[in-house]
Every structure is written in C-alpha cells, then in structure tokens.
C-alpha cells in the first residue's frame, strides 16, 4: 500500500509515474514538522532496525550510523566521510527487526522524498536510534507498507515505473580510458583484446576524442575518418561509445553554441544572460535541460554521432560540475591580488587555499543561475539533483524519435529517481582501492532498489594506480554486473587486461562472464520486466534468518545465485554465510570447474586469485552457455547451447530470456522459455573434483 | 645472524647501537645493483611469501602488493593509495613459504635499509612476485638471518637497543582535543570525567594552550596559574601532557627565537641565512636537531614546563611540516599575479590551483635548507626522514639531565628507527573512518617490528565526526595499545566519552582496561627489556599454522592473549580464527563476564557493541586487578588484589611485572614474580555464563 502525502508547491520531477491519490491523514511511520525550507521527517530505530537505500551512497549496505545528503557533486574521493556523492536517490526502507522485546505495532515501510533540493538523512549518527530526514523544500513523500522488503521494493518500483534496458552487447565487457587519444589507440586495444582471446564489446571515447573538449565534435585530426573506424571496429564485434559532457563550450562559430545561444537553450543568470562556468572545453554554458525545447534541442544533437553508427553514449559532468565559474574566480584573483603586499600571514593563507580550492562545484554558483521550466524561473540550486537526469532524459527521449525500434546504450554520471527509465549509471570516479571494490559491491543492491539496474562500478578502480591482483578480484565481481567496464583516469598505470602478468587468467574471466550472459540477461530482464532488483541483500530473500541481516559482502544475484566476492587484499579465501544449503560452483575457466553441495551455515572458502566462486540455490539452476575458443564478443555467444548447472530435491526449473538483443519491443510468447530438469540430470555436473574446501 | 652491508659513506642516523662487522661478501638473499642515486635490492618472492614491517604505513599486516616510501609527510588523509605517512621504518621480513614446490633454499630474512633518505619499496605492486627496493642516497644494509619470524624480529632489536618505556600512568586512559583553549576547559574535562566515574590518565594540551603558538609559552590570558593548574589536576591523578612543535616563531623579544638565533641553532639556506618557513605560529625557523649544540639547546627548553609540574609531552608538525616557505609563496603569488590580465584559461587554472595546493610539504623546500651535522653541512632532504627522530632525541636527552631518574612521557608524529629509544608515536592524523580502526589494528605489530612499542591510533579518529559505534569499537580495541587516548580535531563532532548516551558502557570498558593494567604493563616490560614483539600476527606465534599467515584482523597481545576487533560499522559479530583451543573470555564489565572454551579453528562470534572479548592461549592466564568503584587513574589501582583468568591441562604460570612506575632504574629481583596456578584454581572462572556463542 502506498500513501502520498503533498507538503507545500513541490515542484514536480518525473520520478513518479503512477497515479497516486493524495492520503490526507498524518504520516503514520514517522514524526512530521515543518521546518522553514522544508519538511522534517523522524523515527525511532531499535538496534536491529536496517535501513536499505539511499543509492550511490558511501558506507554498508545498511545505511546505518551515519548522515546521506542528497546533493549530486562530482568529488572524485569516496572516502567514508563523504555524505554525497552524484546522484539524489531519495528512497530508503527501514526494516523492522521483529524481536519478542518489541510488542508495539512497528510495521517496516519503505520511504521516498520525492524532491529535487538537497535532503539530509542522518540515519542514526547523531543518536544511533534515530532517523531524520530534513528537505531543504517542499516536497511530495511516498510512505509504502508491505509484507516484505521485496514486497516493498517492488511497490516502489510500480510507482517510479520500469527500468530502462541496455542493448545486449552492452552486457559484454568493456574498456575505458581518459586517455585514448586517436583512432591508432582505438584500434591497439581492439587488436590487443583480439591478439590475447579476451572477448569485448565495446570501447569507450572519453572526453579526449572531441575537439577541445567541444560536445558532438570528433577532432578530425586525430580520427580522420571516424565513420569508418566506428564500422570497422563494429566488424570486430565492438561498439564505440563516446562520452557527451554537460557544458557546451563558447566559441564563436561552433553551431551547437550557435544554436544554443539563438535558441535561448541556456541556462541564464538572474539578469538573462547565459551562465558562465568552466569545465573540461574551458568557458561554458549548460543546457537548461529542464526545459522541454532546450532539452528536446541537446537530445537532437547525439543524431549526428548515431549517423556515425555510434549507438552508446555516457553522460558525463552533470550534476552539473563547475571547475570554477567567471564570476567566482574573478573575486577570488582580485581577493588575492589584495593580499599580495601585505605579509601574508597564516590566517590568510589557509583562507587564500580554501578559496582557491573551493572555487570548484561551489554552492554560490548553483544559487546563481536559472532554469526556465516551461515557464517557471526556477534557480538552479532549488532543483540541482534533477540536472544530470535531465540530461539524460534529454538523450533518450532524442533517441525514440531517431531511432524508435533500437535500444542505445545510455548511462550518466549524476542521477535522481526517475532516470532509470532512461538510463543507467556507473558509480563515478572510484578509486584503486580494495575498499572501493567492497563500496561497489554494497552500493549494487541499494542502486537497484532506486530503480537502477543497469550500473557496475570502474573496475580496477579510476583513480590511483591498480595492481593485477585487484583488478582480478574487481573483475571476479564485474562479471556479474549489468555494466562491466574497465575504466581508468588519464596518467594511472595501464589497465587493460593485456597490461598484466596472467593473461590467461583474465581472458578466463572475461569468458565466465560471457559464459554466465544467458542466466545475467534473463535475471536483468526479470527485474526490468517484473520491477524486481537484479541485486539483493541476504535478507531480502532470507528475512527470516536474522543473520542474513547482518551479512554485508555477500550478494544474491537473480533468482538462482548467490555471490561472495574476494575484496582483501593478499587474502586467499574468505568466509562465506549459506543461509541454505547451497551448491558451490568454483571455476577457473569455463572448462575447469568443479560444483559440491555445501550446508547451511558459515564456512571459510579458500578461493585462488584467479577463481571465481559462486553459489546456486537449492532447487534452481541456470544456463551456462557453451562458448568455443573463437568467441570475441556477446554477438558470438551461441544462444542454442547451454550446460546448466543447479540441483533439486526433485527438479529444478528456470525461465530464460531471449532476444535479438536490440530490438525494443518484443513478442514474450516466443522470447520467455522455460526448462525443466530432473535431480538426476543436474546432478551429472555435481562433483567434488578440484574444489578445495 | 646479522650480516652488515656498507654502500658509500652513508650518513650515520643513530639506529643502530650494536657494533657490527663488516660483511665483505654479497648479499645472499636479494639482488644488488648500484644506481645512480644509491643502491637497488631485488629479490623474487613466491605467492605465498609474506611481508611484514615497514612500521607506519597503510595496507594490511602483509604489506604484499603496495609501494611504500619512507619519506616523512604530513598528509591527514591516509587512503590506501598515500605512498607514505609521517615516519621512516625501513625494515621489513620476508617471510618465506616453506611449500613442497620450492625446493630451492630460500631462507626468510630480516632487512633492514639504514639511510636517511628516501626510501621506496615496492612490495609486488609492479610485479606481485617482485620485491625491489631503492635508496635515493648512500646505505647500510642488514640482513638477518633467524629461525623465526620472532627471532629475526628479536635480533633486530638487539641491533637497535632498547625500547622507550613511558611511565605508568601513561598506560591509562587520555582525553586529548584540538581546542582545550582555557583552563575551564581543561577542569571542566577532568570534571567530566569524574562525575560519570571513568577513570582518566591525562588530559593533553594542543596547540591551543600556547601564546601564539609559539614553543615552552603557555598564554597567560586563558592560562592565568599554569602551575596551580597543572597541580590541581595531578591532584586529581591527571597529568596535562603539552604539544611541542617543531617550528620556533619568528618575532623579536621571544626567547626561544632570540636564542637560536644568537647561538646559531637553526636550519639555514644555502646562503647562511636561517631558513623560513610559515606553521602554525605563522613564519617560524626549525632548530636545527641534527647539530648536537642546537639539540641540547633545544632540550633544554623543555625544562621550564617541567618546573611548572609538566611530566609528559609530545612533538609535533616534526616530519618538519611546512605550510609554506616563504620564498616559494613569493613566487607562486607573482605567477598568480601575472596570470591575472590574462583570460585565465583551463590549463592557467588547473596549474593555478596545482600551485597554491603544492605550496604545503613541497619538496622543493625541503631541497633549501641545511643541518650542520657537527661540522657537516648537509642538505635537509638527504637527512629528511631523521628530523622528528632528532627533535624527540633533544628532549629525551633534556629529561635524562632535567630528571635523571623519572620517566617523563614522550612521544612523536614524526620518527625514523632509532627514536624508538627516547619515545613512541601515535599513529598521526587519521580519520573517524571504520577502515581507520582496522587500520590501526594493522599498524601496530609493523610498529613493533620497528622497536616502536609505546604507540596507539586518535581514538575515534581525528578527522571528520566520529560516531558513537564507531567510538565504542575503537575503545575496545584500544584498551590494549599502550598508548590509549582519544584525540580529535578543531571543528569535529565532539567527542569525550561523556558525550555519548551510553556513557555507562564507555565506563565499563576503560575499566575493563584498568583491570587488564597489571597484565599490559608487565607485557609491555617485557617486550621492552627482552626485545619482543607486544602486538604480533598470528603467524608469529603459530609459524606452522598456514592459515595463521591469512589473519590480518587479529592480535596476539603480548603473551597470554589473542584479541579480535570488531571493526565493521553495523556488524554484531564477527569471523574469529583460532589457531589453538583457547579460553574465550567476555566482559560488559569487569564484574560481569563469561569464560569459555572455543575449540581450534574458524567461528562466527556475536560480540555486543558493548562488549570486549578476547582470547587467552592454554596454559597461559593473566592477572585481572580488582577494582573498587572509586577508581579514577592509575594510581588507584590497587597492586596486590588480582582475579586470574586462564585455563591449563595442569598448571599455568605466569611472570608479572610491578614497580613505582616512575623510576628509571629498578631492582629485577623484586619486580618480577612468578605465579603458578593449578587447572582447579583457573577452572574457578571459567562458566558458559553470559556468554552466548
């Protein structure tokens, strides 16, 4: 059941999708005050209550112990301290522990704010038995009551509406980085991934194939025919995927900028005239995407990359970052200037330093300019979380009318609710730290619950330099994210999997992963399809079991699997928590694997460096796609044969998914198919061969 | 064995205290190559062969798969990427795998790189099995040869003397804050504490009680009877322990700065002139601590605090830390300036805010000033690592004239090995992060390695707001690090126990470390007089138990006992492994507690967020001291009461250290007692009480 509650002139942003009658009576889960910018919204926790959501957040899985702020901001250094970070996923369910000590009636409820400012959720840091929520303005509040968290997540995902689908290739592997720099760099990676066996799909453009940094630019000197790069690496089986940033460089003569200047598509100071920031092209305007002509204006701009044979892009820079803005800098040089002949001492100085690194994403410049929402003077602050969705929209909207009957590959950066039917994200600038690959694992259930299925974090890490041991264990996780893209910033060691010592291992990998595809893409379209999450929690599927509760590196993924990534560095093993008995899968390749049944319960597994282990649930199964050597991408994975792998008291069943892959409606009768098989016939593949335990 | 190894005229850093000979023959355990700068070692390592030492640094107890760099720094961000911490510990194990595929004799092998300088060491990060290390200057080498880890570890200590020994109280409970600014708000901490019965050590003044930050000032404004002060809390049973820094204010009239100058005692340009630098006082000279006549000079200083009733401090901003330098601010606001007219573009900015940011700790001026080396002019950054060595050598040399007799509390940010001798450190500026916990669990046995025992981590973390779990599990790990005080920055959330709602467990646990003293202490003595380890990986103790080289996340803490943090915000329990039958022993208090016996091998433990557990070895026990309610420090702990916790086939016996905790020197044979009990007496204590499993 979902109750809606209205607090003042919210302005509206999409999120919602199904009609929902306004509930007049009080919110019955949480104390409510008005407050003077917006609402407050609190509850008491007892200390086995969880807390699920919150999206690309730092922190576990329970969100627990510690302040989100909604408030998209491109800081590349997730660190534990840091209370946001792109996105503005304003959804979270407390989960209430049902324990004998507690005889009051405390239903769990799932909660989203739907709002387009800033909103704090101290979930229990400033006293741990308590949740605040407080919006910096009016907003529209769901509350949702149900029998389960899935029941709950479920709800939620009726009313925000379904999830947007990625093309099929985009479930292959992929590689990024800042850095490649012309068609020859293009061209060496595909011909390394070719020359080692590693199967890929796609290869991204970061911002260095434009001209100067200019959006729906190629520079011309570096590819000189980009066309025929972009056809000739499709031959090869891999799509090009080029970045499109917020910001439209100022240059005269550069049409976009034309266009956008005469269009009036900017976003405008409080006097009228085009906002100016900085980013990667230098001086820039940002589209006013929150406008329906200046967003269907950008949107029609990814036309001319299509007509290239492009049929991916990745939104980058939209929360919208700011390097510095003209006016800001002004007065910081001029404040500095000031300073000059005095002798400095340290007051000043600390404050000359913070001036000058706060010049970038400073919130004076998001107070300083406007959009025009179809009438409405809106300044940007007040709506700041919708940004990079917009945009995004903007691209998907574009992409129906020019292309109504393909899927196009579309992820973004920034993200509020409501842009997973348009697209997907990745999880930002991560770092090469263990840490981080821990991060990505728990920030996949909480992106799902928001709606966001089709995410995966930078493997290997962006920044710093990666080792080839974390990057293996990063990819031992990948391979069963949505999104599996190796990605990395310009100056880090190289990354490529050909850049490393163990090859064979890594094309082993990569080939699980394509070997897995039929069961992920099934799982993913389940989710889609049936507003499911494609990633849970233990608990979700265990409630009953009060530890799974508590298990915060561990994942179920689809219907039939459950994953316990390696994220420790030097570690050979790991301790792993059946909540049921399970059968254990250990691969080194798609050849050499061996499956044993393995009791409820804790278990320490040794797991090698170049293992990837993972668990099937009692009585399901899944397909395992039989791949020959020659299998360089998702296009070659034969889709007729499949080894399966599961076991069943008596038999276990499982529907599969299959379609051309592009295509964007379907017909289900034929697409949905499902297979039967006996304990027996499982059980062929059951052996206790070179499964160490 | 120790084979010494000499490589040009490396400049003598006072590590090392045990004549050795020459060794005249080649390194046997690692390659060697002479590079343009100094020397590089090599040496391949099998997968399963694990690094241990390195002191302060990020990463886990296996250092496997990193690049540490000895080059002393102040950096507060301590993410698993930073290269390089505060201190210099350039010595490390390799620990040999002793499998059935190696057949080679490959023995492990202690290496300690004595120099001044930088230091790199590249742990596998480049190539997982290559080791490689390279010096920036000349070096002496050794190579330890050993049974054991623990004997390598031993000799090692031999080689550079004996550990510093901090008095009694400083085993007892701290309370430290960037921002005690008056004497109220050191009597209202005191006050504090003792209305809510927790007992308390000291309180610490940071830089706050000075005139302006400048050295033995105490500002008599906010200060106005220091010396009734310090007498009133000693009364109280707490010592106020007085940062020093490094930097001496520039301004004329101010002793300190009137005499280095007239003696000549500080570091000088090329020129002659005393090199500037600006921290926190604003522009400061350094006292140049590697000359002898400027070291004791220095020393000397500490002297007048010492008369106001002053009995510990601690040395810091000592790597030296320099916000800026006077002539490289000059330079970059010029830059700055000429910038200015032009139309700033993107790479102006960026190399803009590279500039100003860069201006801190930049190598450049650590390449301007100069040592006299008694006689030697020597360039800084040839000797950077040794400043904070020397600058805590200067005072513990004082004290040695100042107070022949007592112990006075000492310890650094910055150290190389050697100061080790005259102090300990803390483990410098962390963060309220949870991986910081396990961070400083991690630290502490490399610390050891090091000779560094007196040591422990800001609990609850110095940067960012700390939260009451976060708080609470550090406390419970830090009961047992010899150092054990709670210290945070200017502008976190506060945090004094008292701060917190569960003030009664906070109360429970410092308690529950007053009742561990009579075991810590007498294993801190005896790591300090016999040269061993009081932290110590698993696999130190149990070198036959492969999975025992797999533990990062726990303790032996000195002879009797294992420990396992809890370390995991949310987490109500955890994975223990035990590498032998042991005695599990809960405590929410030092009245309420359960033992019980946990066979060898891997569990799950629920530990309350309130609870210490921890593990006693069979055939070993441990004194517990009986406290009355009325315990406020140290002091009060009565030295004659004990409980005994432990469990034997027959007997177990038990050395136990005692003495005045103040003198220097002491008579063994009345200080160390034996105590044996029988299986009966220790089976008193053991109950399946509260303890749930």
Not at 278 to 299: C, I, M, Q, T, Y
Not at 316 to 328: G, L, Q, T, V
Not at 589 to 612: F, Q, T
Request: hydrophobic share 35%.
């Amino acid at each position: 059941m979902i109750y809606k509650y209205i607090y003042g002139e919210s302005i509206e942003t999409g999120a919602v999708v199904e009609a929902t009658r306004e509930c007049k009576q009080e919110v019955s889960v949480m104390q409510f005050v008005r407050t003077e910018e917006g609402i407050r919204l609190s509850c008491c926790m007892e200390p086995d209550d969880v807390v699920y959501g919150l999206g690309e957040q730092v922190r576990g899985m329970n969100k627990r112990g510690f302040t989100y702020i909604s408030d998209a901001t491109d800081d590349p250094i997730h660190t534990e301290c840091k209370h946001s970070l792109y996105g503005g996923h304003n959804f979270l369910i407390l989960n209430r522990a049902q324990t004998e000590k507690v005889v009051e009636n405390r239903p769990s409820f799932g909660l989203f704010v739907d709002t387009p400012g800033r909103v704090v959720f101290d979930v229990g840091e400033t006293k741990y038995d308590q949740l605040t929520i407080t919006t910096d303005g009016d907003c529209v509040v769901y509350v949702i009551l149900g029998d389960s968290l899935k029941e709950i997540a479920k709800q939620f995902r009726q009313l925000i509406g379904p999830s947007y689908i990625a093309p099929k290739w985009a479930f292959g592997y992929q590689q990024s980085r800042w850095g490649y720099a012309c068609e020859q760099d293009i061209r060496e990676v595909a011909d390394n991934y070719q020359r080692c066996g590693i199967p890929l799909d796609a290869i991204y453009l970061d911002i260095d194939y434009m001209e100067n940094y200019k959006d729906f630019t190629v520079d011309s000197g570096r590819f000189p025919d980009f066309q025929r790069l972009v056809h000739d690496m499709k031959e090869q089986g891999i799509h090009l995927v080029p970045i499109i940033d917020a910001g439209v460089k100022i240059e005269k003569g550069y049409s976009v900028y034309e266009e956008g200047v005469q269009g009036n598509y900017f976003c405008k100071e409080e006097d009228g005239k085009d906002f100016v920031g900085a980013v990667w092209p230098g001086k820039v305007h940002f589209p006013d995407v929150l406008n329906s002509k200046a967003r269907e204006w950008f949107g029609s701009k990814y036309e001319w990359l299509m007509e290239q044979g492009i049929d991916g892009f990745w939104n980058d820079m939209n929360e919208p970052a700011i390097f510095y803005s003209e006016n800001h800098l002004k007065t910081v040089l001029e404040e500095i200037l000031s300073m000059k002949d005095e002798n400095m001492d340290l007051h000043a100085f600390f404050h000359m330093r913070d001036q000058v690194v706060g010049l970038s994403n400073h919130p004076k410049d998001y107070q300083s300019f406007y959009h025009d929402m179809d009438g409405r003077k809106v300044r940007h602050d007040k709506v700041h979380n919708l940004y990079g969705c917009y945009m995004t929209r903007a691209a998907a909207e574009a992409f129906d009318k020019i292309a109504p009957d393909r899927r196009i590959l579309l992820f973004s950066r920034s993200s509020y609710i409501g842009m997973h039917r348009y697209g997907g994200i990745w999880t930002g600038d991560n770092s090469a730290w263990w840490g981080h690959l821990l991060l990505s694992i728990q920030q996949m259930p909480a992106l799902n619950l928001c709606g966001i299925l089709y995410t995966g974090s930078d493997i290997g890490g962006f920044g710093c330099d990666t080792t080839e041991d974390l990057m293996m264990r990063w990819m031992e996780f990948a391979i069963f994210t949505p999104l599996m893209r190796n990605h990395a910033a310009a100056g880090t060691r190289l990354q490529e999997l050909y850049q490393f010592e163990d090859i064979e291992s890594f094309r082993n990998i990569v080939r699980i992963r394509y070997g897995l595809l039929p069961y992920l893409y099934s799982e993913y379209m389940k989710a889609a399809f049936q507003g499911e999450m494609y990633f849970r929690p233990l608990s979700f599927d265990y409630p009953q079991d009060s530890h799974a509760f508590q298990v915060e590196d561990q994942l179920m993924v689809g219907e039939s699997i459950m994953i316990a990534p390696v994220y420790t560095q030097n570690a050979r093993g790991r301790y792993v928590y059946l909540p049921e008995e399970m059968l254990m899968v250990r691969m080194k390749s798609l050849e050499e694997k061996s499956c044993r049944i393995m009791e409820k319960g804790h278990h320490y597994l040794e797991i090698a460096l170049n293992e990837v282990v993972f668990f099937v649930r009692k009585n399901h199964m899944l397909p395992l796609a039989i791949l020959n050597d020659s299998v360089k991408s998702t296009a070659d994975v034969e889709t007729s044969q499949y080894e399966w792998i599961g076991y069943a008291d008596e038999v276990a069943e499982y529907v599969f998914y299959q379609d051309d892959g592009i295509s964007k409606d379907y017909p289900p009768s034929r697409e949905w198919k499902k297979v039967m098989l006996t304990k027996e016939r499982l059980e062929e593949n059951i052996n206790d061969g070179a499964g160490k335990l």
